[in-house]
């Protein structure tokens, strides 16, 4: 087992959500989330500790940053962020809390349909963009209004962004890896797992890059 390590979870409920605090439990990690419904966290870990609220009108976030190791936010609500930033929001609460808690980990994942800041999505992704994923527009812009933020003003925190092609639940596929180029449609199981990779490599900090499975 890796050295006992506190993770604080935002999106724990949702697909990948739920594999990556399983996978992290497993491990023998010690898991905070943050729950609109806790029920849908069934585990009876005593490493899991469930606080119900929401990111719209979180509660005070110092307490539950106390003795975390890292941050990790893979939230999405994209009839909400049709019309409001709700994830931009909220990041600028989270980041300064971690400044005064002293935690410097954070992970967030963004859809593979999110430009990293300062880059083009390539014509084929923002054709599926702009058609078939029309809908979820809203959570693009918000997506990349949360890049942006962490680019200009969080520097000196340790985060890094994966840029995931969640495709649907089922088996794993493979192993991501990171990439500059490649992107590929993955299993919440296997994005959970890369996720969790993720948080260790120093090399991924300060990076905003999708992932893809090994040749």
Known sequence: MDTQKTYLVFGATGHTGQHFTS?????????????????????????LEVHHGTI?????????????????????????QQTSPINTAFIRKLIPAMRRTGVTRFLYQAGGLSAAPGTRLSPALWTVRNTIARSYIGQHQDNEAVMRYLTDDAMDIEWMVHRAGIGSDGPSKGVLERSHKRMSIATFLDCASYNYRLLSDPTAIHTCDPSAYQN
Not at 35 to 45: F, I, Q, V
Not at 62 to 74: I, N
């Open 56 to 80: 719209t009108d979180p509660p005070d976030l110092d307490p539950l940053l106390d003795g975390v190791d890292a941050v990790v936010s893979m939230l999405g609500d994209a009839q909400l």
């Open 23 to 47: 996978l992290a439990l497993q491990n023998g990690h010690r898991v905070k989330a943050l729950a609109r419904t806790p029920g849908k966290l069934t585990s009876r870990n005593p490493n």
